[in-house]
């Protein structure tokens, strides 16, 4: 048992943190305002080797590991949400295609994916009650060649700006057991990206339904493994990501409000002062921690090869309880100015809900969970 | 509860003018964050903003449950519209429980024809502490000379009518506050910096200026220190009704999940048990909340000492609608994130601030309980 970050995670982590107050902070609140793609960063990140954290250096990656790279989304989410979003849904993408993609297609997009030259997108959710359901379904159909791909994604990131979609799709339909996955060029034809969708949070992360309009794939564009297993486990080490952002979001918020009662006089003192007002800030501290420790335990069981699929659901299951607390609760702290727009906690709160979707599953992280104690 | 034929009545109508005017324009206003100045057009005829008004007056003279009814309605629609009849009726409340027959009259003239209130307590330094407000009045003569800056008042930008409190005795504290009257186009008062908001965006939140403004001495509204005393009873009238308008936005939330739900698990594919659960449970706090909501808005009708009930039902229902709509937005997932769910939490944030923080509300009935057991004490002794 070692809590310490190595000497090595410590840097990489301090870095990162400078990396977003150089880059990130100073377009943040512009960020959000015009929901504008941050495409001037992209290059940068890649530049500091934190699109390629989590690849193998065959790969272009560096290597560094599960909980280094959580640190990185940690320190990013403190200052910009939207862009450990990014880099999420781009590594998730990344991640499956190194894990189960072809030798080929591993050549192809990695290293591009690592330089930032292409960035990822992670499409498995669809409109029907639950993934292969329903008319709007992804279908795969076998050819000669390869396969055809006809149907539509629902609310995927980085959707438009991504340049490959790694996509869940059923051989036959109505049969969610028979789900494979591709890796799709964006450029393919009949891959049509709709409109964007407005989100509540997290703006600068573009989302949008994704229309697979008889879209032929070669089958070497045919992902080595069933689509459960590769959607479970690449969820699950999103979900850890997401977690890192929640309370990178969250403890940036505990902060700011904690900054804000030192300074806020009413009844003749700080109202830091007042026990009401700690303890406000003290549960919410509480929540992060805890969360905090759960999320790095999950990364180092992903560092040291044993299962981390149930640690990851719990994390999740946690934060969707807790996580917006934090915001509702720091915002409390700053009473009526804890809901103005020129102040950031109301962006925070905005972005930090994003961060602990549960998406009606019909596989709950509950049963993920309950299914590991039976 | 049981409610009269009346009141359905009313229930219904509100429900049919909030399905014609609030729901359809809720979502652009929020996006804009403009003041939806037809509003006040459609409810004219309707004089809704009136509906706490005696009829003596020419107000419509509703009891309190049928007010409940009209609030949950309309921040069931939107709660930055809901949020704007409410903050008139906030204004309006004082007269109705102090004021001059001539006060009233001339108070309540604007509003019955159709125009708004607003009330204005709060300042850049005084906000959960009201005593600590620095806006003077000076009496000139038969005059008062208002001088200061109020912020976050609701439809600062478009009353008609403002019920302000300054100072007459900054050495006194609280004790030195009072209340006035002023009317839009007083010389010396004019409106500042609009604010944009997390939620209820479509709400009019301004700062108001004045600055050597002359208010007639009949626009003392009760005594000179009175204003403290006349706040807080406003205050006592204005909590419960917050509490309506927050069950309005967590009924929403929970239609609003159940329409998605049933297009989304049709045949074979029921919605798991897990989120059955959690509906439930979000269902049955929106009903809890109501019925508090609703005590306090029938005390409001039958005792002046209803404060603790007051306190109570605003912090249930603040409390309520934040944890209900958060859970709305997480349950459904993308879905929740960018549909109108999103608009029913972040709208749902402020019922936990204005009128007095949850944590105000928890010194209120804190105090209140401690109080009641200092006296029980002395009567055992």
Redesign the interface.
């Known amino acids: 048992m070692n809590f310490k970050l190595t000497e090595e995670q410590q840097l990489i982590q301090q870095s990162a943190r400078e990396f977003a107050k150089e880059y990130l902070e100073p377009l943040v609140a512009k960020m959000d305002e015009t929901r504008e793609f941050p495409r001037e960063v992209i290059k940068p990140l890649a530049d500091h080797d934190f699109l390629g954290l989590h690849l193998s250096a065959e790969s272009g990656g560096v290597e560094a590991g599960c909980v280094t790279y959580i640190t990185v989304i940690e320190a990013i989410s403190r200052s910009c949400g939207s862009v450990a979003s990014i880099m999420n849904n781009h590594a998730m993408a990344s991640y499956a295609i190194q894990r189960w993609g072809s030798e080929a297609v591993k050549k192809q997009c990695l290293p591009a994916m690592v330089k930032g030259e292409v960035l990822g997108a992670f499409a498995i959710?669809e409109?029907?009650?639950?993934p292969g359901?329903g008319p709007m379904a992804v279908v795969a159909t076998k050819t000669d060649a390869g396969y055809v791909l006809k149907g539509a994604k629902?609310?995927v990131r980085n959707a438009g700006k991504a340049g490959v979609y790694v996509v869940t799709a059923v051989t036959e339909a109505d049969r969610p057991k028979t789900a494979v996955a591709f890796v799709v060029d964006a450029q393919t034809a009949g891959v049509k990206v709709g409109e964007r969708?407005?989100?509540?949070?997290l703006r600068g992360c573009p989302?949008a339904h994704v229309v697979f309009d008889n879209v032929v794939v070669p089958q070497g564009a045919l992902l080595g493994g069933r689509g459960t297993e590769i959607v479970n486990r690449t969820l699950a080490l999103g979900a850890l990501a997401e977690a890192a952002q929640t309370v990178g979001i969250g403890q940036a918020a505990i902060d700011h409000a904690a900054a804000y009662a030192k300074q806020r006089?009413?009844?003749g003192m700080p109202?830091f002062n007042f026990p009401?007002?700690q303890a406000?800030l003290s549960d919410s501290n509480i929540d992060c921690h805890v969360a905090r420790l759960a999320l790095y335990h999950a990364a180092q069981l992903v560092d040291d090869g044993e299962p981390f699929e149930v640690e990851s659901a719990m994390v999740k299951s946690f934060l969707?309880r807790l996580g917006?607390?934090l915001l509702?609760d720091s915002?409390?702290v700053e009473?009526?100015m804890?809901?103005?727009?020129?102040m950031p906690l109301?962006r925070l709160?905005?972005d930090i809900?994003?961060t602990?979707?549960?998406?009606?599953?019909?596989d709950?992280p509950?049963r993920a969970i309950a299914m590991s104690i039976a | 509860m049981i409610f009269t034929p009346e009141q359905l009545e009313i229930q219904k109508a509100a429900r049919e003018f909030v399905a014609k005017h609030v729901i359809p324009q809720a979502a652009e206003y929020d996006r804009s964050g403009e003041f939806p100045s037809y509003l006040l057009g459609a409810a004219k005829e309707s004089k809704v903003f009136a509906m706490a008004i005696p009829k003596k007056y020419g107000g419509l003279e509703y009891d309190s449950i049928t007010q409940a009814l009209v609030c949950e309605e309309w921040s069931y629609g939107c709660a930055g519209m809901g949020t704007t009849l409410g903050a008139s009726m906030l204004g309006t409340d004082p007269l109705l429980v102090v004021g001059t027959p001539e006060q009233r009259k001339m108070y309540f003239a604007p509003i019955v024809d159709g125009g708004m209130a607003a009330f204005g307590l709060t300042e850049p330094g005084a906000g959960s502490d009201a005593g600590a407000v620095k806006t003077t009045a000076v009496r000139s003569g038969n005059e008062y000379i208002l001088n200061g800056t109020k912020c976050f008042i609701t439809n600062g930008g478009y009353a008609s009518v403002y019920l302000i409190v300054a100072s007459t005795d900054l050495s006194k504290g609280l004790k030195g506050l009072s209340a006035f009257i002023v009317e839009k186009g007083t010389p010396g008062f004019t409106v500042g910096t609009v604010e944009h908001k997390l939620g209820i965006r479509s709400s009019n939140t301004v700062e108001l200026h004045f600055k050597d403004a002359h208010v007639p001495a009949s626009n003392l509204v009760g005594a000179e220190g009175e204003g403290m005393k006349i706040a807080m009873l406003t205050l006592d009238m204005a909590r419960p009704p917050v509490a309506c308008a927050a069950v309005g936005i967590a009924r929403r939330a929970i239609d609003e999940c159940l329409k998605h739900l049933t297009e989304r698990f049709t045949g074979n594919y029921p919605p798991p048990q897990t989120v059955q659960f959690k509906l439930a449970e979000m269902h049955a706090q929106v009903e809890a909340a109501r019925q508090m909501a609703h005590h306090a808005m029938r005390l409001r009708d039958t005792t002046t000492s209803y404060s603790m009930e007051s306190a109570i039902s605003k912090l249930i229902g603040g409390d309520m609608v934040m944890s209900v709509t958060t859970q709305a937005v997480s349950l459904m997932g993308s879905y929740g994130y960018t549909s109108v769910i999103e608009k029913l939490m972040r709208d749902a944030k402020i019922m936990q601030i204005y009128e007095g923080t949850n944590q105000v509300q928890r010194l209120v009935i804190g105090r209140g309980l401690l109080t009641q057991a200092a006296k029980h004490m002395q009567k055992a002794v």
Do not use: W
């Open positions: 959710y409109h029907g009650p639950t359901i629902a609310y969708i407005a989100t509540m949070g989302v006089v009413q009844f109202v009401a007002v406000l969707a917006s607390k509702v915002c409390q009473g009526g804890g809901f103005v727009e020129n109301p709160f905005r809900a994003g602990t979707l549960l998406d009606a599953p019909a709950t509950e």
